[in-house]
Protein backbone atom coordinates (compact mmCIF):
# COMPACT_ATOMS: atom_id res chain seq x y z
CA UNK A 1 0.00 0.00 0.00
CA UNK A 2 2.66 2.47 1.26
CA UNK A 3 4.03 2.02 -2.50
CA UNK A 4 1.01 2.41 -4.12
CA UNK A 5 0.72 5.45 -2.46
CA UNK A 6 4.00 6.74 -2.86
CA UNK A 7 3.74 6.18 -6.83
CA UNK A 8 0.26 8.06 -6.85
CA UNK A 9 1.92 10.79 -5.21
CA UNK A 10 5.04 10.76 -7.42
CA UNK A 11 1.91 11.08 -10.35
CA UNK A 12 0.91 13.83 -9.09
CA UNK A 13 3.99 16.24 -9.06
CA UNK A 14 5.45 15.25 -12.44
CA UNK A 15 4.09 16.96 -15.22
CA UNK A 16 5.24 14.54 -17.44
CA UNK A 17 3.37 11.89 -15.68
CA UNK A 18 0.17 13.06 -15.28
CA UNK A 19 -2.98 10.73 -16.46
CA UNK A 20 -6.33 9.57 -15.33
CA UNK A 21 -4.66 8.81 -11.90
CA UNK A 22 -3.45 12.46 -11.61
CA UNK A 23 -7.35 13.67 -12.27
CA UNK A 24 -9.41 11.71 -10.46
CA UNK A 25 -7.04 12.20 -7.59
CA UNK A 26 -7.21 16.23 -8.04
CA UNK A 27 -10.28 17.53 -6.49
CA UNK A 28 -9.96 15.10 -3.10
CA UNK A 29 -6.41 15.92 -2.79
CA UNK A 30 -7.13 19.29 -3.33
CA UNK A 31 -9.34 19.66 -0.99
CA UNK A 32 -7.14 17.95 1.69
CA UNK A 33 -4.27 20.38 0.81
CA UNK A 34 -6.70 23.69 1.58
CA UNK A 35 -7.50 22.49 4.77
CA UNK A 36 -3.38 21.80 5.31
CA UNK A 37 -2.09 25.37 4.21
CA UNK A 38 -5.17 26.47 6.83
CA UNK A 39 -3.65 23.95 9.98
CA UNK A 40 -0.01 25.00 8.86
CA UNK A 41 -0.93 29.07 8.65
CA UNK A 42 -3.13 28.76 11.31
CA UNK A 43 -0.18 27.38 13.26
CA UNK A 44 1.99 30.04 12.59
CA UNK A 45 0.04 32.60 13.37
CA UNK A 46 -0.30 31.40 16.84
CA UNK A 47 3.31 31.49 17.09
CA UNK A 48 3.20 35.16 15.89
CA UNK A 49 0.57 36.47 18.30
CA UNK A 50 1.78 34.37 21.38
CA UNK A 51 -0.08 32.02 21.78
CA UNK A 52 2.39 29.37 21.77
CA UNK A 53 5.64 30.58 22.83
CA UNK A 54 9.07 29.96 21.05
CA UNK A 55 12.16 29.27 22.61
CA UNK A 56 15.61 30.18 22.98
CA UNK A 57 18.71 27.89 23.64
CA UNK A 58 21.76 29.00 25.35
CA UNK A 59 23.85 28.87 21.88
CA UNK A 60 23.66 29.04 18.99
CA UNK A 61 21.48 27.34 16.82
CA UNK A 62 21.70 26.35 13.32
CA UNK A 63 18.59 24.63 11.62
CA UNK A 64 19.29 22.91 8.08
CA UNK A 65 15.85 22.70 6.29
CA UNK A 66 13.34 22.80 2.98
CA UNK A 67 10.20 23.63 1.90
CA UNK A 68 9.29 20.76 0.51
CA UNK A 69 8.86 17.12 1.25
CA UNK A 70 11.28 14.69 0.35
CA UNK A 71 14.84 14.92 0.38
CA UNK A 72 17.11 17.70 -0.84
CA UNK A 73 20.59 16.50 1.27
CA UNK A 74 19.58 17.72 4.88
CA UNK A 75 21.54 15.06 6.06
CA UNK A 76 24.79 15.05 3.88
CA UNK A 77 24.61 18.80 4.10
CA UNK A 78 24.25 18.28 8.43
CA UNK A 79 27.75 16.36 8.28
CA UNK A 80 29.51 19.02 6.03
CA UNK A 81 28.43 21.77 8.60
CA UNK A 82 29.35 19.78 11.10
CA UNK A 83 32.70 18.86 10.00
CA UNK A 84 33.23 22.55 8.91
CA UNK A 85 32.54 23.83 12.12
CA UNK A 86 34.58 21.48 14.16
CA UNK A 87 37.96 23.07 11.45
CA UNK A 88 36.85 26.26 13.31
CA UNK A 89 37.33 25.09 16.49
CA UNK A 90 33.40 24.81 17.16
CA UNK A 91 32.11 21.95 19.25
CA UNK A 92 28.82 21.24 17.53
CA UNK A 93 25.65 18.71 18.79
CA UNK A 94 23.33 17.88 16.30
CA UNK A 95 19.36 17.49 16.74
CA UNK A 96 17.09 15.21 14.79
CA UNK A 97 13.70 14.63 15.17
CA UNK A 98 14.80 10.70 14.61
CA UNK A 99 11.72 9.82 11.54
CA UNK A 100 10.88 7.01 11.72
CA UNK A 101 12.72 5.61 14.60
CA UNK A 102 11.42 4.29 17.99
CA UNK A 103 12.89 7.11 20.14
CA UNK A 104 9.74 9.17 21.30
CA UNK A 105 11.97 11.41 24.09
CA UNK A 106 15.11 12.34 24.15
CA UNK A 107 17.76 9.67 22.63
CA UNK A 108 21.36 9.60 22.97
CA UNK A 109 22.33 8.45 19.12
CA UNK A 110 26.16 8.95 19.64
CA UNK A 111 28.14 11.11 22.66
CA UNK A 112 30.87 11.81 20.17
CA UNK A 113 33.00 8.70 21.11
CA UNK A 114 30.40 5.56 20.98
CA UNK A 115 26.93 4.77 18.87
CA UNK A 116 24.80 3.92 21.59
CA UNK A 117 21.65 3.65 19.22
CA UNK A 118 20.89 1.41 16.15
CA UNK A 119 18.70 2.66 12.99
CA UNK A 120 15.56 1.09 14.44
CA UNK A 121 15.61 3.30 17.65
CA UNK A 122 17.55 6.23 16.00
CA UNK A 123 16.07 6.74 12.89
CA UNK A 124 17.73 6.12 9.60
CA UNK A 125 19.39 9.40 9.10
CA UNK A 126 20.58 10.00 12.61
CA UNK A 127 22.18 6.74 13.05
CA UNK A 128 23.83 7.57 9.70
CA UNK A 129 25.24 10.93 10.93
CA UNK A 130 26.28 9.45 13.74
CA UNK A 131 28.67 6.85 11.87
CA UNK A 132 30.15 9.70 10.08
CA UNK A 133 30.68 11.87 12.49
CA UNK A 134 32.99 10.40 15.09
CA UNK A 135 33.63 13.05 17.17
CA UNK A 136 29.80 14.71 16.98
CA UNK A 137 26.99 13.62 19.55
CA UNK A 138 23.57 13.18 17.72
CA UNK A 139 20.64 13.32 19.59
CA UNK A 140 17.32 12.11 18.32
CA UNK A 141 13.84 13.40 20.21
CA UNK A 142 10.31 14.62 18.97
CA UNK A 143 10.47 17.96 20.85
CA UNK A 144 14.15 19.85 19.81
CA UNK A 145 13.63 22.40 22.61
CA UNK A 146 13.83 19.41 25.24
CA UNK A 147 16.76 17.90 23.11
CA UNK A 148 18.13 21.25 23.02
CA UNK A 149 18.17 21.77 26.25
CA UNK A 150 19.63 18.07 27.35
CA UNK A 151 22.32 18.77 24.70
CA UNK A 152 23.62 21.90 26.47
CA UNK A 153 23.55 20.17 29.83
CA UNK A 154 25.54 16.98 28.96
CA UNK A 155 27.96 18.57 26.13
CA UNK A 156 27.72 22.01 26.03
CA UNK A 157 28.37 22.52 22.76
CA UNK A 158 28.69 25.81 21.30
CA UNK A 159 26.50 25.31 18.19
CA UNK A 160 23.70 23.31 17.68
CA UNK A 161 22.26 21.91 14.55
CA UNK A 162 19.05 21.12 13.58
CA UNK A 163 18.68 18.52 10.94
CA UNK A 164 15.33 19.47 9.13
CA UNK A 165 14.20 22.16 11.63
CA UNK A 166 12.83 24.63 9.29
CA UNK A 167 9.39 23.73 9.95
CA UNK A 168 10.36 23.78 13.55
CA UNK A 169 9.71 27.14 14.76
CA UNK A 170 8.79 26.37 18.50
CA UNK A 171 12.97 27.09 18.56
CA UNK A 172 14.47 30.00 17.90
CA UNK A 173 17.92 30.12 15.28
CA UNK A 174 19.90 32.16 15.09
CA UNK A 175 20.61 30.65 11.47
CA UNK A 176 18.02 29.33 8.16
CA UNK A 177 19.70 27.87 5.90
CA UNK A 178 17.19 26.17 3.52
CA UNK A 179 18.04 23.73 0.98
CA UNK A 180 16.29 23.54 -3.12
CA UNK A 181 16.87 20.36 -4.87
CA UNK A 182 16.77 21.97 -8.70
CA UNK A 183 15.25 19.23 -10.17
CA UNK A 184 12.26 19.13 -8.12
CA UNK A 185 11.88 22.82 -7.67
CA UNK A 186 8.71 23.45 -5.51
CA UNK A 187 6.61 21.01 -7.11
CA UNK A 188 3.01 21.88 -9.06
CA UNK A 189 3.32 24.67 -6.52
CA UNK A 190 0.74 22.73 -3.96
CA UNK A 191 0.82 22.19 -0.60
CA UNK A 192 1.03 18.47 0.48
CA UNK A 193 -0.82 16.40 -0.30
CA UNK A 194 -1.39 17.77 -3.44
CA UNK A 195 1.83 19.46 -4.14
CA UNK A 196 5.16 18.68 -2.55
CA UNK A 197 5.07 22.68 -0.67
CA UNK A 198 5.22 22.05 3.53
CA UNK A 199 3.99 25.17 4.06
CA UNK A 200 3.38 28.24 1.79
CA UNK A 201 6.53 30.07 -0.53
CA UNK A 202 6.38 32.93 1.44
CA UNK A 203 7.49 30.85 4.75
CA UNK A 204 11.23 31.21 3.01
CA UNK A 205 11.27 35.02 4.10
CA UNK A 206 12.53 33.08 6.97
CA UNK A 207 15.48 31.65 5.34
CA UNK A 208 19.16 33.61 6.13
CA UNK A 209 20.37 31.86 2.54
CA UNK A 210 19.84 29.46 0.01
CA UNK A 211 21.75 25.73 -0.89
CA UNK A 212 20.32 24.54 -4.37
CA UNK A 213 21.19 20.91 -5.30
CA UNK A 214 22.49 20.36 -8.68
CA UNK A 215 21.68 22.95 -11.59
CA UNK A 216 20.75 26.35 -9.96
CA UNK A 217 20.82 28.79 -12.36
CA UNK A 218 16.81 28.43 -13.26
CA UNK A 219 15.73 28.23 -9.09
CA UNK A 220 18.35 31.02 -8.79
CA UNK A 221 16.58 33.64 -11.02
CA UNK A 222 13.34 32.77 -9.46
CA UNK A 223 14.29 33.50 -5.85
CA UNK A 224 16.40 36.27 -7.20
CA UNK A 225 13.23 37.93 -9.26
CA UNK A 226 11.43 37.56 -6.03
CA UNK A 227 10.52 40.72 -3.42
CA UNK A 228 10.61 38.54 -0.92
CA UNK A 229 14.37 36.76 -1.53
CA UNK A 230 16.00 38.97 -3.64
CA UNK A 231 18.48 39.71 -1.02
CA UNK A 232 19.24 36.34 0.25
CA UNK A 233 22.63 34.55 -0.89
CA UNK A 234 22.46 31.48 -3.42
CA UNK A 235 25.14 28.80 -2.79
CA UNK A 236 25.10 25.81 -5.41
CA UNK A 237 26.06 22.80 -4.17
CA UNK A 238 25.94 18.93 -5.41
CA UNK A 239 27.17 15.10 -4.16
CA UNK A 240 30.33 13.92 -5.47
CA UNK A 241 30.75 10.31 -5.26
CA UNK A 242 33.67 9.37 -3.15
CA UNK A 243 34.27 5.33 -2.60
CA UNK A 244 32.40 2.33 -3.10
CA UNK A 245 31.96 0.74 0.10
CA UNK A 246 31.42 -3.29 0.17
CA UNK A 247 28.79 -3.67 3.25
CA UNK A 248 30.05 -6.99 3.93
CA UNK A 249 33.78 -5.93 4.62
CA UNK A 250 33.73 -2.37 4.77
CA UNK A 251 36.45 -2.48 1.95
CA UNK A 252 36.60 0.85 0.08
CA UNK A 253 36.68 0.53 -3.95
CA UNK A 254 37.52 3.22 -6.17
CA UNK A 255 34.13 4.58 -7.77
CA UNK A 256 35.36 4.19 -11.48
CA UNK A 257 35.04 -0.20 -10.59
CA UNK A 258 31.52 0.57 -10.93
CA UNK A 259 32.02 0.84 -14.98
CA UNK A 260 30.73 -1.20 -17.07
CA UNK A 261 29.35 -3.15 -14.16
CA UNK A 262 26.07 -4.76 -14.61
CA UNK A 263 24.34 -3.30 -11.78
CA UNK A 264 20.17 -3.19 -9.54
CA UNK A 265 19.82 0.22 -8.06
CA UNK A 266 18.37 -0.25 -4.69
CA UNK A 267 17.23 2.69 -3.07
CA UNK A 268 14.66 3.57 -0.42
CA UNK A 269 14.86 7.09 -0.40
CA UNK A 270 12.76 10.41 -1.45
CA UNK A 271 13.95 10.52 -4.83
CA UNK A 272 15.37 7.50 -6.10
CA UNK A 273 15.97 8.97 -9.94
CA UNK A 274 18.82 10.50 -8.60
CA UNK A 275 20.22 7.59 -6.96
CA UNK A 276 20.04 5.91 -10.79
CA UNK A 277 21.25 9.03 -11.82
CA UNK A 278 24.90 9.17 -9.87
CA UNK A 279 24.68 4.84 -10.90
CA UNK A 280 24.41 5.88 -14.43
CA UNK A 281 27.03 8.99 -14.68
CA UNK A 282 29.55 6.46 -12.81
CA UNK A 283 29.29 4.54 -15.84
CA UNK A 284 27.04 1.50 -14.36
CA UNK A 285 24.52 -0.61 -16.27
CA UNK A 286 21.53 -0.96 -14.58
CA UNK A 287 19.35 -3.95 -15.68
CA UNK A 288 16.63 -3.04 -12.91
CA UNK A 289 16.05 -0.84 -10.13
CA UNK A 290 14.18 -2.03 -7.02
CA UNK A 291 12.43 0.74 -5.10
CA UNK A 292 11.39 1.05 -1.49
CA UNK A 293 9.52 4.05 -0.20
CA UNK A 294 11.80 6.15 1.94
CA UNK A 295 13.01 5.23 5.64
CA UNK A 296 12.14 1.25 4.48
CA UNK A 297 13.31 -0.72 7.14
CA UNK A 298 14.29 -3.99 5.19
CA UNK A 299 13.47 -7.48 6.64
CA UNK A 300 15.11 -10.77 6.16
CA UNK A 301 12.58 -11.71 3.71
CA UNK A 302 13.37 -8.60 1.15
CA UNK A 303 16.89 -9.60 1.17
CA UNK A 304 16.12 -13.25 0.10
CA UNK A 305 13.62 -11.89 -2.97
CA UNK A 306 15.86 -9.45 -3.54
CA UNK A 307 18.56 -12.25 -3.98
CA UNK A 308 16.29 -13.93 -6.17
CA UNK A 309 15.71 -11.05 -8.73
CA UNK A 310 19.18 -9.96 -8.47
CA UNK A 311 21.07 -13.23 -10.47
CA UNK A 312 21.33 -11.52 -13.71
CA UNK A 313 23.48 -8.68 -11.72
CA UNK A 314 27.05 -8.53 -11.16
CA UNK A 315 26.36 -6.34 -7.76
CA UNK A 316 23.54 -4.77 -6.32
CA UNK A 317 24.38 -1.02 -5.28
CA UNK A 318 22.56 0.84 -2.83
CA UNK A 319 22.44 4.22 -0.91
CA UNK A 320 24.39 4.75 2.37
CA UNK A 321 20.92 5.82 4.00
CA UNK A 322 19.88 2.34 3.05
CA UNK A 323 22.93 0.35 3.87
CA UNK A 324 23.20 1.17 7.51
CA UNK A 325 19.84 -0.90 7.88
CA UNK A 326 20.51 -3.35 5.21
CA UNK A 327 23.76 -4.26 7.24
CA UNK A 328 22.32 -6.51 9.81
CA UNK A 329 20.47 -8.76 7.28
CA UNK A 330 23.44 -9.33 4.83
CA UNK A 331 23.66 -12.39 2.96
CA UNK A 332 27.25 -13.73 2.29
CA UNK A 333 26.52 -14.55 -1.68
CA UNK A 334 24.98 -11.57 -1.95
CA UNK A 335 27.18 -8.81 -3.11
CA UNK A 336 25.68 -5.17 -1.75
CA UNK A 337 27.63 -2.31 -2.24
CA UNK A 338 27.01 1.47 -1.09
CA UNK A 339 28.26 5.20 -2.49
CA UNK A 340 29.80 6.96 0.19
CA UNK A 341 29.02 10.37 -0.82
CA UNK A 342 30.68 13.88 0.00
CA UNK A 343 28.86 17.55 -0.24
CA UNK A 344 30.12 19.48 -2.98
CA UNK A 345 30.11 23.04 -2.81
CA UNK A 346 30.58 25.02 -5.82
CA UNK A 347 31.57 28.55 -3.99
CA UNK A 348 33.00 27.62 -0.97
CA UNK A 349 34.25 31.01 -0.49
CA UNK A 350 30.91 32.51 -0.37
CA UNK A 351 29.87 29.92 1.96
CA UNK A 352 33.17 30.17 4.11
CA UNK A 353 32.16 34.07 4.50
CA UNK A 354 28.69 33.06 5.71
CA UNK A 355 30.14 30.79 8.56
CA UNK A 356 32.42 33.12 9.60
CA UNK A 357 29.33 35.15 11.25
CA UNK A 358 28.78 31.81 13.37
Known sequence: MSKRLTHIYNKLNQEDERDFVYYSAFIPLYFLSLLYGIGVRLRFLLYCIGVFKMH?????VISIGNITTGGSGK????????????????????????????????????????????PEDAGDEPYLMAVKLKTVPVIVGRDRYRTGMYAIERFKPDIIILDDGFQHIRLARDMDIVLIDSRRGFGNGYLFPMGILREPLYGLNRA???????????????????????????????????????????????????????????SGIAEPKSFSETLKELGAIIIKEIIYPDHYFYTFDDLKKIKDIAAEAEIIVTTEKDGVKLKRFLIKDLPIYTIAVDVNIKNTKDFNEILVNV
Not at 56 to 60: A, E, H, Q
Open 56 to 60: RLDCK
Open 75 to 118: TPMAVYLAERLLERGKKAVILSRGYKGKIKDAGVVSDGENILLG
Open 208 to 266: SFFMVKGKSSAISQQLSASNFFKDRPIISFDYKPQAVINLLDNSRHNVDTLKGKKVIAL
